[in-house]
């Protein structure tokens, strides 16, 4: 006696439409890594007691359609074409769903990628004793009667009133039987599957549904998904080091960490030098683990011969913001006898902050001597190494 699920995917999604600049069908929008379709086939190929899996989908998605989803394991049958209506697109679902002939099927809507195996359960159990079963879930809001004026025209007693969800269960046959009456008799003016069912007479069940198991309708809904799945899955933090020396050699000034400054020497190097904003792009780069400065930036490439290293430090942070990352805080420490720093570490600072395009809260720069020791002692260049830490949202890699 299999058990059958039907999940109608053939909704355009006009109003989550925009989403991002490709106006992609909600129900085909990523979701933390994986579109709103697949969370929600996941969830009925995982059951145990679900044995077949008929999707219904609209023509011009057939490669979306295909590209996010994969026959393994036989579940899943060949997708069918709905109609101009979702009462349409059910009823071309079940007649797909025929080659099976499954005892009982639960039709959910793509869009509840938040389903949960529970549900599943609970609705197959209670069609044990009833013709159908819907999840669904009290209404706690009182409800308010409207004219189109948004006047209010009337309070509806709140008791006995239940949001209905999906999934919605019955008897294979019988629901079979209800839709082709109804779309004999013309009635296409039902918006869930219940409805038909009553209509033709079956009794209908409520099971406690989910909170949880909202459908996505807008933009703004993918948006809250998007964050509660981030949220719950906790930001995906990632650090990088960098370390740069440079050498003094004849000159009247030094460029450290974007600043020009008076010194008795200039540093040696292809670009301007600034040992700071290296050590900097370094951990930058390091942190979504996209090489390094030479890689990007190769010493034997004329063009970068005495650039300005903050050209150095913004393709970074391009790069991270291709990511979707944001970057947490950076920190630089300078390593030198001289020149001294402490009455340009602000302006350092401010120049690192506008560059990233960060509040200057999120910079740091301090400096220190070696004691005399080593070349960095020995005033022959200076060191600096940099952390970085960048936050990439959980779906930006594994
Ligand atoms: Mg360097």
Request: hydrophobic share 45%; proline share 5%; glycine share 10%.
């Amino acid at each position: 006696m299999p058990n059958a699920a039907l999940i109608v995917a053939a909704g355009r999604g006009s109003r989550a439409a925009g989403h991002g600049a490709t106006g992609v069908p909600k129900q085909y929008a990523p979701l933390a890594g994986r579109s709103v379709l697949a969370r929600t086939l996941a969830v009925f190929l995982e059951h145990p007691a679900i044995h077949r899996i008929g999707v219904v989908v609209h023509p011009d998605d057939i490669d979306r359609y295909e590209a996010q989803t994969s026959r393994d394991g036989g579940k899943l049958l060949p997708p069918c074409f709905g109609g101009t209506t979702r009462q349409q697109s059910v009823l071309s679902g079940l007649e797909a769903l025929r080659i099976c002939a499954p005892d009982r099927v639960l039709i959910h809507d793509a869009a509840r990628p938040f389903v949960d195996a529970q549900q599943v359960d609970d609705v197959l159990a209670a069609l044990d004793a009833h013709a159908g079963a819907i999840a669904a879930i009290p209404i706690t809001d009182t409800v308010k009667h409207a004219g189109v004026d948004r006047l209010i025209t009337r309070n509806i007693e709140r008791a006995g009133l239940w949001g209905a969800q999906t999934p919605q269960g019955f008897h294979f046959t019988a629901i079979l039987a209800a839709h082709r009456a109804a779309h004999a008799a013309g009635r296409n003016d039902f918006t869930d599957d219940a409805a038909v069912a009553e209509w033709h007479g079956l009794r209908v069940a409520i099971v406690p549904g989910n909170p949880r198991n909202v459908k996505i309708t807008t933009a703004e809904d993918l948006a809250l998904a998007q964050h509660e799945l981030a949220s719950g899955a906790g930001p995906d933090v990632r650090t990088g080091t960098g370390f740069d020396v440079h050498r003094f050699t004849t000159g009247a000034c030094v460029w450290l960490c974007g600043i020009r400054i008076a010194h008795t020497h200039a540093l040696e190097g292809h670009s301007d030098a600034d040992v700071g904003l290296h050590a900097l792009t370094d951990a930058l780069l390091g942190a979504i683990g996209d090489g390094d400065i030479g890689q990007h930036f190769p010493p034997s490439d004329p063009r970068w011969k005495g650039a300005a290293s903050h050209l150095f430090l913004s393709d970074a942070r391009r790069r991270i913001a291709a990511l979707g990352g944001t970057i947490s805080n950076v920190d630089i420490t300078l390593l030198c006898e001289a020149p001294k720093i402490a009455s340009h570490r602000q302006a350092m600072r401010e120049r690192i902050a506008a560059i990233l395009e960060v509040s200057v809260a999120r910079v740091g720069v301090k400096a220190t001597t070696t004691e005399g020791l080593g070349f960095t002692g020995r005033r022959e260049g200076i060191a600096a190494m940099a952390t970085a830490t960048v936050i990439l949202p959980p779906s930006a890699g594994p």
